[in-house]
């Protein structure tokens, strides 16, 4: 079973991400704290440790996931065309909008690396907050049809 491995905030647009070993996720607007996280789709954005190691191997580089700037981290879920779909990360559900897109950044990071994470929804997936809650490092991470 997949387990969540990071939580990362940014506090604001341009900063640094900030890790958490726990965090208060708030219906409808993202995790406590984090910037940017208002949008109605993208309240949150989660990485695929996984497809992140795809990139690397790609681009023959390993560097710390926490360069992608996504707000969570979890072990090994496929995340292509997954969205509508239903993430539960502990007693959290989070609905599915799409796909994460590899942005600008990523290439400034190391080149090619954008490329690298374009296919198969490598960069990830962004989601909407569908409950209130608090969830931990090590809390299993299951990915479901939407109802």
């Known amino acids: 079973m997949a387990q969540l491995l990071n939580i990362w905030t940014k506090p604001a647009k341009g900063e640094q991400m900030v890790s958490h ?8 607007q993202g995790l406590q704290g984090c910037v940017g996280g208002k949008a109605n789709h993208r309240q949150v954005t989660i990485l695929s440790l996984a497809a992140w190691n795809e990139a690397q191997q790609e681009i023959g580089q390993q560097m710390d996931p926490i360069f992608r700037r996504a707000n969570l981290l979890v072990d090994d879920i496929d995340f292509e065309n997954t969205k509508g779909n239903i993430l539960a990360i502990g007693d959290l559900e989070i609905e599915l909008t799409g796909e994460t897109k590899p942005c600008v950044q990523m290439e400034e990071l190391h080149e090619g690396l ?15 907050v569908l409950n209130s809650c608090i969830i931990t490092i090590g809390d299993s991470a299951t990915l479901t049809d939407k109802e």
């Open 21 to 28: 070993e726990s965090i208060e996720c708030i219906m409808g």
């Open 114 to 128: 954008r490329n690298a994470m374009k296919p198969k929804w490598r960069g990830g997936a962004t989601g909407k």
